[in-house]
């Protein structure tokens, strides 16, 4: 009996103390959030052959990008590089075509489920962050609690060298202690021009809209949605965030449908305003109230369009600071309110008969988020937190008035900040904060925009919640961004525990060399790009006209002057081992082109004559055109290859844009 006690008392002790080891781990880095940052950055982390844990709070991996926007923000794809390309082109292997940057929830998230299982990384999910221990500027250890059942007797302690904050929170950031800001700064701050408070036409209330229950009379009350405020004077600062909504994916197919019922908690007051915007302006069709962008097998990613819509404006304040329980007040309200919203207009009498007919036509997709009901996982959290680092990035980089050096990713997309506000001018309602603002090409973001200052933390990498101002952020916050700068972080990462050094103190020059010429993070052999406006491997014949806007990079080149002579562009690639490459060239769709495109591919020994057709040239979602094709050749090491585009035969004006050439991939 006293072996069989001892034995019982020494397998409990053991079964402690493999709890304790489970509950208290340790790594080399250590990536908090799931999102598409967070998988990606795991996925090099554990490539680079370090040890790594992703936490993530939910049940889900891919945020937004497996949350229901699949309708990509690009900006221009010259932007997206690394493992962010690798995504999408894997994305386009589903889909049966080179490249896909529009897609179904369920097939992004599979595809960020497979990165994690192609790089064995271990992901922990539903945990959320409790605390952070900090020894001096170093990062020890974060606590965890489960995000469904907290209870500190199932708290989880882990401990690393570095960590990674891919939240779109912030949340590791802030209880690390270092600076950060939330809302909009006053343009004289950075000396900017869109920051701040802004009214302006885009996404706004129709003129003259009555904010009164009654109209006309004050004493009614406001409306749902109206705060009894007005604006400030434009350009100065607040603490108000853009609007988040959910991005929707609603299927027409009726095999794969589930009917858009009336929530518990449906008030058809708060959506009062849009029958005002009819009244005003009519409804014509479901796209003067939704951007309802069209997915792949029947279903859609539905943003926000106009003055009343998907956007749930001014809501959202409290939200960046604010506890588990608020922010979770929070969430359900958009939930509510989104659902109402398509249940208001698919049955509302007063909403015109012809869209509540067209709304009738959608439901929620059987095949999708089939654990939530349907619903997405993801809420828009376009901006909470933002990282006030080593360097603030500004509107003056995004147009180019400033450039840094130590650029560790690029941004591409228009300055674009949604409503902030709702509020009586004049006596009418209108919405404050919307910018849209673009015209300017591919920028770096700095490296010092993802690290907090050295006197704060010198571990830790910021490269969702970066450091930008409120406009410039409004830039650089797209999901491809994110994966990049999530990847330029992980890299970076590897370095400082290489190098015993904080992140702060790395080498930046070779972090750049080390993405560039390792950028699926395997050791395969990288892409060759030949830009159009690269001199040194490039032979001009003839004239062209050099376009800064809607190619593929900062230019391309256009032969607008007919028949008058002959023209081409010879692309001369350096082939450093013979192989086998796919050759694309860019083709942007330019007003009038030509029906076709005269293209000699020289594989080294034998020349061959490519048509394009125009037509055949299909531009799919946010971009200005396509990567065509061109085959598959075997080439020489050297610069005997060539690709040259000419003007021969053509019927009108002929574009050049960058050339591509992608080896086989020996992993």
Not at 378 to 385: F, G, S, T
């Amino acid at each position: 009996m006293k072996k069989t006690g001892l034995y019982l008392l020494c397998l409990l002790l053991l079964t402690l103390l493999g709890n304790v080891q489970a509950q208290n781990q340790s790594y080399d880095i250590c990536i908090y959030g799931g999102t598409s940052a967070g998988v990606i950055a795991a996925y090099t982390a554990k490539k680079t052959g370090k040890t790594v844990l992703l936490i993530e709070p939910g049940r889900h991996l891919g945020g937004m990008s497996s949350g229901g926007l699949g309708y990509t923000d690009i900006g221009n794809k010259y932007a997206i590089t690394g493992l962010a390309n690798d995504f999408y082109r894997r994305m386009g292997q589903h889909y049966g075509k080179f490249e896909q940057w529009i897609f179904e929830p369920s097939v992004a998230e599979n595809l960020f489920k497979d990165y994690c299982k192609r790089g064995d990384v271990p992901v922990l999910y539903e945990h959320r962050l409790v605390d952070v221990e900090k020894k001096g500027t170093t990062i020890q250890q974060i606590t965890l609690e489960s995000s469904t059942k907290p209870t500190k007797s199932t708290n989880r302690t882990i401990r690393a060298k570095m960590f990674i904050d891919c939240s779109y929170e912030g949340d590791l950031m802030a209880k690390a202690g270092v600076s950060y800001t939330v809302g909009r700064e006053a343009n004289s701050q950075y000396n900017e021009t869109f920051n701040g408070v802004q009214v302006m036409e885009g996404h706004q209330m129709p003129e003259g809209t009555d904010p009164y229950v009654t109209p006309g009379d004050s004493k009614s009350g406001l409306l749902w949605g109206i705060h009894p405020t007005s604006p400030q004077p434009a350009g100065s600062g607040d603490k108000k965030i853009q609007a988040y909504n959910f991005r929707i994916c609603l299927t027409n197919k009726p095999e794969n449908r589930v009917p858009i019922t009336k929530p518990d908690d449906y008030d058809p007051k708060k959506y009062e305003l849009l029958l005002r915007i009819i009244e005003k302006r009519g409804w014509k069709s479901i796209n003067n109230v939704f951007i309802w962008s069209l997915m792949p097998n029947g279903k859609t990613d539905i943003n926000n369009r106009n003055g009343f819509s998907t956007d749930m404006i001014g809501m959202n304040w409290a939200y960046p600071d604010a506890d588990h329980t608020t922010r979770a007040k929070i969430w359900n309200d958009h939930v509510s309110y989104t659902k109402g919203l398509l249940y208001f207009v698919g049955n509302d009498p007063r909403i015109p008969a012809a869209m509540r007919d067209e709304m009738q036509k959608w439901g929620y997709p059987k095949d999708e988020y089939t654990d939530n009901g349907n619903w997405t996982h993801q809420l828009y959290v376009r901006e909470a937190r933002r990282l006030v680092g080593e360097l603030v990035m500004t509107q003056n980089h995004c147009q180019g008035r400033e450039t840094v050096t130590d650029g560790v990713g690029m941004a591409a997309y228009t300055m674009d900040s949604h409503n902030c506000d709702r509020q009586i001018i004049d006596g009418f309602v209108k919405n404050e904060g919307n910018v849209e603002k673009g015209g300017f090409g591919p920028y770096p973001v700095s490296y010092r925009a993802i690290i907090p200052k050295q006197k704060e933390v010198s571990n830790l990498l910021v490269p969702v919640c970066l450091s930008a101002t409120h406009i410039a952020y409004g830039s650089i916050r797209m999901e491809p961004v994110f994966m990049v700068l999530g990847q330029s972080a992980a890299v970076a990462a590897g370095m400082a525990i290489d190098a015993k050094q904080s992140v702060q103190a790395i080498d930046v020059k070779k972090l750049q060399q080390r993405l560039a010429s390792n950028p699926l993070a395997d050791g395969s052999a990288p892409d060759i790009l030949i830009a159009s406006d690269n001199a040194a491997q490039t032979t001009t014949q003839g004239s062209w006209v050099e376009r800064t806007s809607g190619g593929y990079g900062p230019s391309f080149f256009v032969d607008t002057t007919g028949h008058q002579e002959a023209k081409s562009i010879r692309f001369k690639p350096t082939i450093p081992k013979a192989g086998k490459y796919a050759i694309y060239t860019y083709v942007p769709k330019v007003p009038k082109a030509s029906s076709q495109s005269t293209i000699d591919v020289f594989d080294g020994q034998r020349k061959m004559e490519k048509t394009i057709s125009s037509a055949d040239v299909k531009v799919a979602g946010q971009t200005s055109g396509e990567w065509v094709h061109l085959g598959d050749y075997q080439l020489p090491a050297g610069n005997n290859a060539y690709v040259e585009i000419s003007s021969k035969g053509a019927t009108g004006p002929v574009v050049a844009d960058d050339v591509l050439f992608v080896p086989e991939k020996r992993l």
